[in-house]
């Protein structure tokens, strides 16, 4: 599942539902590039050294984060946050990577994107 909020919500009310709902909560912000983006999903995902830094590379890595067990055994949370700039300067690289934020939230039922577009 995934949803797009605008600018009106603020991150930490995003995180409390979310914890409400149960399950683990990351928070991934935005690049100001797709490149800059990838990064920063494999800085806070903690990715494994031999993440290749491409859409392919990102997809494979978050079905692997999306089908391991979270710590409370329940639904995943990922919130990428702040993707305003992205979506305005290089609108194909925010709509790249939220397709594959797409695929993956919709191959697992127990993996919740939010998109924070602020």
């Known amino acids: 599942m995934i949803r797009v909020l605008g600018p009106e919500v603020s991150i930490a009310e995003v995180v409390r539902e979310a914890q409400r709902h149960g399950g683990e909560v990351s928070v991934v912000p935005a690049g100001s590039t797709k490149a800059e983006s990838i990064d920063l999903f494999a800085e806070v995902l903690d990715f494994p050294d031999w993440f290749g830094r491409n859409l392919d590379a990102l ?19 990922l919130v990428w946050d702040g993707v305003a700039q992205l979506r305005r300067d290089h609108p194909e690289s925010y709509a790249d990577i939220r397709s594959v934020l797409d695929e993956v939230s919709a191959d697992h039922d127990t993996f919740v994107v939010t998109v924070l577009d602020r």
């Open 59 to 77: 997809a494979d890595c978050l079905h692997d984060y999306a089908e391991e067990p979270s710590e409370d055994g329940l639904t995943r949370h």
